[in-house]
T-cell receptor, first 115, second 112 residues
Framework: DTGVSQDPRHKITKRGQNVTFRCDPI?????LYWYRQTLGQGPEFLTY????????KSRLLSDRFSAERPKGSFSTLEIQRTEQGDSAMYLC?????????????FGQGTRLTVV | GQQVMQIPQYQHVQEGEDFTTYCNSS?????IQWYKQRPGGHPVFLIQ?????EVKKQKRLTFQFGEAKKNSSLHITATQTTDVGTYFC????????????FGKGTTLSVSS
């Protein structure tokens, strides 16, 4: 297992277009998180899954954002009608939860630029 | 919602000096984690603290969890240039596993 992988690594899109990112977590991990990070800030929580169930979604998250984790394996994050303010690094992380929080392993991220 | 506040936001030290970053919460935390992010990299897990008053050491790094489980600190003794990066604390409201919320981080720069 090579860790958490994200695809693509970079995405440039025009304002108003839809984009979709993919995250492949570490195979035995049941939890998968999506975060957004802008320069000089910490990772901002977007949503997370335990297996295929989406357990929590940030109240700050626009309706333009949606995430799925079919079959509890890989996950996709879609942003519809992108805006310039969506430009950021989108980080995926996975962990193995068994009653206690454990360390989260992060992917390299997808850097989105909306022009 | 839950927030964890980190101070300072930036810290510059001379190589060999010590460094400390603090993480504070207004609510009691079930546990706290610390991560390091190198420039251009992604966050990498350092440690998790669970018990009230817990102290853990990793070589030159000392991590503490407050008695009330509302604050934590990371102390680096005799900094080296390899310590450069941003240090984040992250916490969840409860062990049932609400989302892991990150602080804004403390960026450490070290000059030789």
């Amino acid at each position: 297992d090579t860790g958490v992988s994200q695809d693509p690594r970079h995405k440039i899109t025009k304002r108003g277009q839809n984009v979709t990112f993919r995250c492949d977590p570490i195979s035995e991990h049941n939890r998968l998180y999506w975060y957004r990070q802008t320069l000089g800030q910490g990772p901002e929580f977007l949503t997370y899954f335990q297996n295929e169930a989406q357990l929590e979604k940030s109240r700050l998250l626009s309706d333009r954002f949606s995430a799925e984790r079919p079959k509890g394996s890989f996950s996709t994050l879609e942003i519809q009608r992108t805006e310039q303010g969506d430009s950021a690094m989108y980080l995926c992380a996975s962990s193995l939860f068994s009653g206690l929080n454990t360390e989260a392993f992060f992917g390299q991220g997808t850097r989105l630029t909306v022009v | 919602g839950q927030q964890v506040m980190q101070i300072p936001q930036y810290q510059h030290v001379q190589e060999g000096e010590d460094f400390t970053t603090y993480c504070n919460s207004s609510t009691t935390l079930s546990n706290i984690q610390w991560y390091k992010q190198r420039p251009g990299g992604h966050p990498v897990f350092l440690i998790q603290l669970v018990k009230s008053g817990e102290v853990k050491k990793q070589k030159r790094l000392t991590f503490q969890f407050g008695e009330a489980k509302k604050n934590s600190s990371l102390h680096i003794t005799a900094t080296q240039t390899t310590d450069v990066g941003t240090y984040f604390c992250a916490a969840a409201r409860n062990q049932a596993g609400t989302a892991l919320i990150f602080g804004k981080g403390t960026t450490l720069s070290v000059s030789s």
